[in-house]
């Protein structure tokens, strides 16, 4: 896609991130959603925050409305604190015809009223989690879809409690899966999402490089 844009005369780059774990604590619709609002609001977790800023960056700076990286960070958390940034997602939720509340007041948002606790069933560090095998157990549970004919269901999801890095103990929560019925719920193959050992992880960077359309720098 970089090299696309650049022979259309266009100044493109590319950030490359990591996506082996799910970014942020939320996968579903709706939750997501909620979750993208606490960052704009000055919460969040942070490494979708890291995300959210190191994007923003890249564009006002390809786009030519910060001289620099720095430049636009602190342009984008001033946004941010001032409560512009939420206001700026108020006003495009109402121009498609959305409630405009659920920014300030997400609870709005739909949400499966099932919660089911998936537990550890070993102490240690969580090792790694699978961000492809959470995702597709979400779509099974009804938060996607495998054909375009079905339904989604955006109150369904999964919260995690617990990522890489992290100690826990057995029995403690890893994640909470929400759902419309208990049956619903594959707390099975979420927790085999979960590796668990003695030892804790290296801290990894979430940018592992990026893409300027003529070099790639690490």
Known sequence: ??????????????????????????IGNANETQEAFQV??????????????AL???MLVVGKAAKDR???????????????????????????GGDARVVRKPELLAQAEVEVAVKADRSGF???????????????MGAGRTRADQAVDHGVGI????KPGQAVRAGEVLAVLRVRKES?????RVL???????????????????????????
């Open 1 to 26: 896609l970089v090299r696309v844009g650049v022979a259309a005369g266009k100044s493109v780059s590319a950030l490359l991130t990591r996506m082996d774990t799910p970014l942020g604590l939320t």
């Open 40 to 53: 704009l609001a000055g919460g969040g977790p942070a490494d979708l925050v890291e995300c959210t800023l």
């Open 56 to 58: 923003g960056e890249e």
């Open 70 to 96: 720095a430049t636009a960070r602190a342009s984008l958390q001033q946004a941010i604190e001032s409560g512009a940034a939420a206001e700026l997602m108020e006003r495009m939720v109402a121009a498609q």
């Open 126 to 140: 969580v090792r790694s989690l699978d961000a492809l095998e959470l995702g597709l157990t979400a779509v099974a």
């Open 159 to 162: 919260q995690l409690e617990r």
């Open 184 to 188: 619903d719920a594959n707390v099975a």
């Open 192 to 218: 085999g999402a979960y590796s668990i050992g003695d030892e804790c992880p290296p801290e990894e960077a979430l940018v592992i490089s990026r893409i300027d359309g003529t070099k790639t720098e690490s």
